[in-house]
Structure formats: C-alpha cells, structure tokens
C-alpha cells in the first residue's frame, strides 16, 4: 500500500509538472496563412465546335481566392508579403485522358488582384508544369493584416491557344478525349525570417 501512495504521488507530481510548462506550448502565436477558394473550384473546358479547337478556350472569371493572412509580431519572423505559386497536383506530368494525353503546358493561368492587393505584381499566363511556379506576388513594407472578404485574386486560365496568338499551340490534330489535370496552389508567406 506504501508503494502505492508513493506511485500516485509521484504521477501527480509529474502532471503538475507538465501543466506548469504547457501554457508556454499552447500559447505560442504563430503568423497565419490561408487560402479561401470562394468560387470556381472546377473549371471544365467544353471544346465542343471547330472554332474552339482552332483558338482555344480563355476563362477569365476561373476560380476566385480569399487570401487571409496575420502577423503574430514575433520577433524573428517578421510577415511582409506572399507568393502564390501553383503546379498540377502531385507533380502530374501529363493532362490524362482517358486514353490519350496532352502536354503539361497547354493549360496556362495567371493570377489577378480583383480586391485589396492593388500593390500585387502578377506574371501574366504561365505554363501549367509539374514544378511549383509563382503565378503572383504580394509585399508591403507597412504590414497590415490581411482578411479573405478583402483581399482577392481571381485565377483565369487558357487552353489550347495557338502560338500565333501568344499561346501554346491549339488542339488541332489532337485526340478527342476526357482530359483531366487537378491543379495545386501554395501560399507561401515572404519576409525576414521565412
């Protein structure tokens, strides 16, 4: 029985110890980043006529972001900005059908500030590849927090344009088929400490 009590004292004395030191854990802020999808979560390409084969498809209003985003101002760790980057999900080196393929790169996005991040810089239409490729950049000196009903981008894409127009080249020649690429994007916060 002796060894009993001293086996629970012991335990106890254990817990207390444990609960002194975990508010330090628990209370720890952290800078936070988030990545809203409000609209646009799959975007399908229907080229259903000659024309659209020939000069592709354009779909500006494709999938709209609420970026949220807030500075804990720990010192170390300092938010100043993002980058969003994207690349086919899970490094996909082909747009599969279901029987036939397509390169990479005949799908194109970019990334436009449609609320909130006017100071943004976008890169115009990059290549769909199966490496992380920035699509749009964010950075203040004069931090503010930012919140997803505020601050948004808008994600247009194009497929099968051809070179002569300044894309890819169009689908002209190519088998017909249901293609499928799953796109994924990054949000990666910038500033000293990142």
Not at 85 to 104: A, M
Request: aromatic share 12%.
């Amino acid at each position: 029985m002796k060894h009993l009590w001293k086996l629970i004292f012991t335990i106890l004395f254990a817990l207390v110890l444990i609960c002194l030191n975990t508010p330090k854990g628990f209370s720890q802020e952290w800078n936070s980043a988030r990545l809203t999808v409000l609209s646009g979560s799959s975007i399908p390409f229907n080229f259903n006529t000659l024309d659209k084969i020939k000069n592709g498809i354009e779909i500006t209003t494709g999938t709209l972001f609420g970026i949220s985003m807030a500075d804990s101002s720990k010192v170390g760790h300092v938010l100043q900005g993002f980058v969003l980057n994207f690349r086919s999900f899970n490094s996909q080196t082909n747009i599969k059908g279901d029987v036939y393929t397509l390169p990479l790169n005949r799908l194109r996005l970019k990334a436009q500030s449609v609320k909130g991040l006017g100071s943004g810089s976008w890169y115009g239409y990059k290549d769909l590849t199966s490496d992380w490729v920035p699509l749009f950049s964010y950075t203040t000196l004069t931090w503010s927090n930012l919140n997803w009903a505020n601050d948004q981008l808008n994600i247009s894409y194009e497929c099968g344009k051809p070179v002569t127009d300044g894309g890819n080249g169009s689908l002209l020649g190519e088998e017909p088929d249901f293609y499928n690429v799953e796109i994924e994007f990054e949000l990666v916060p910038t500033g000293p400490g990142f």
